[in-house]
C-alpha cells in the first residue's frame, strides 16, 4: 500500500510569494439621517403599488416589482436619491481609478427600479451584465423590521463565483466566502454588474422596500473574452451594446435626455 506523503513534513527546497489577483469592489455608502427621504420615498411607491400590477423578473414569492422607469419619476424623493446614487459612484470611481479626471464622474447614465417584498418574498441568482452595464446598487429604504429590532431576514448575498477552491477540512461549508448584506435603511451597497447577487425569503414584519439600479459610462469597459458567453448569458440586446455601442448610446433616450440637460446647466453656467 502506498503512504500518502503530508506536504508540510516535505523539505523546503524553493521559496513562494502569494498575490491576490483581480479584487472585486464594493462600496457601502450611507446617507445621513435617511428617515425623512425614505418617507417620501415610500408614500410615492405605495401611489403606484396600488395602481401597478407587479412584474415578474427575478423576484418570487410575495412580492412587487415595478420596471426601470422609476427614476423618471416627477417626485423631489426620487431626485435627491438619483443624487445619491451619483455619489456613491463616484466614491468607487475616485477608489477604484488612478488618478480620475472630470470626465469619470460626468455623464453617468442611470435605471433603476423598485422592489418590494413582504413575508415570503426572495430573489432568485441573477446578474445584470451586459455590454451596456458599469456598476449596480441595491439602495435600501426599508428594512420591514421595527427600529431597533435585528434585520435577520431578507439577506442580500453576493455569490462568490471566482472558481477559486475553498478548503472544507477546517470548515466545511463550500458557500464561507459569499458576501451577506444585512440590510439598513439608507445605505446603498454598489458592485460590478457582473456579480451574481439574490435575496434570502423575507419574513419581517412589515415590507421591506429596495431600490436597485445599474449605470454605465461610455469611459468604463468589461473586458469581455472569447468563450464569455459559455459562462454569461448574452442576449441580442447585449451583442448590440457591445459592437454597436455608439449607434445604441445615440438611440438611448435616456442618454440622450441626459446629454440635454448637461448642455442646459453647462449654458447657465456661462
Known amino acids: 500500500m502506498k503512504k500518502r506523503s503530508a ?48 412584474l415578474d423578473a427575478t423576484n418570487r414569492g410575495n412580492s412587487w416589482r415595478f420596471d426601470k422607469q422609476f427614476l423618471e419619476w416627477d417626485n423631489d424623493a426620487v431626485r435627491e436619491l438619483k443624487g445619491h446614487m451619483h455619489n456613491a459612484v463616484a466614491s468607487m470611481v475616485r477608489s477604484t481609478v488612478k488618478d480620475p479626471v472630470d470626465q469619470h464622474f460626468q455623464e453617468w447614465l442611470f435605471e433603476s427600479w423598485v422592489l418590494v417584498h413582504r413575508k415570503g418574498g426572495y430573489n432568485v441568482a441573477h446578474v445584470h451584465s451586459s ?15 421595527a427600529p431597533g429590532t435585528p434585520v435577520t431576514k431578507g439577506i442580500t448575498v453576493l455569490q462568490d463565483r471566482s472558481g477559486v477552491p475553498k478548503e472544507i477540512l477546517n470548515n466545511p461549508d463550500p458557500f464561507e466566502r459569499e458576501c451577506r448584506i444585512t440590510p439598513e435603511a439608507g445605505m446603498i451597497v454598489l458592485f460590478p454588474s457582473t456579480v451574481w447577487h439574490s435575496v434570502e425569503p423575507f419574513e419581517g414584519d412589515e415590507e421591506r422596500i429596495t431600490i436597485p439600479f445599474n449605470c454605465t459610462h461610455s469611459g468604463f469597459e468589461t473586458p469581455f473574452y472569447k468563450n464569455m458567453s459559455d459562462f454569461f448569458e448574452i442576449t441580442k440586446e447585449n451583442f448590440m451594446w457591445r459592437n454597436f455601442r455608439g449607434l445604441k448610446l445615440l438611440t438611448d433616450i435616456n442618454y440622450i435626455k441626459s446629454r440635454l440637460r448637461d448642455r442646459q446647466k453647462r449654458k447657465k453656467a456661462k
Open 7 to 54: 506536504i508540510n513534513n516535505t523539505t523546503v527546497t524553493g521559496s513562494s510569494e502569494l498575490e491576490n489577483l483581480f479584487p472585486i469592489p464594493m462600496i457601502r455608502y450611507r446617507i445621513p439621517n435617511p428617515e425623512d427621504l425614505n418617507a417620501r420615498l415610500e408614500a410615492r411607491i405605495r401611489e403606484e403599488m396600488n395602481a401597478t400590477p407587479t
Open 131 to 145: 455590454a451596456r452595464f458599469t456598476w449596480s446598487g441595491i439602495y435600501y429604504a426599508k428594512t420591514g423590521f
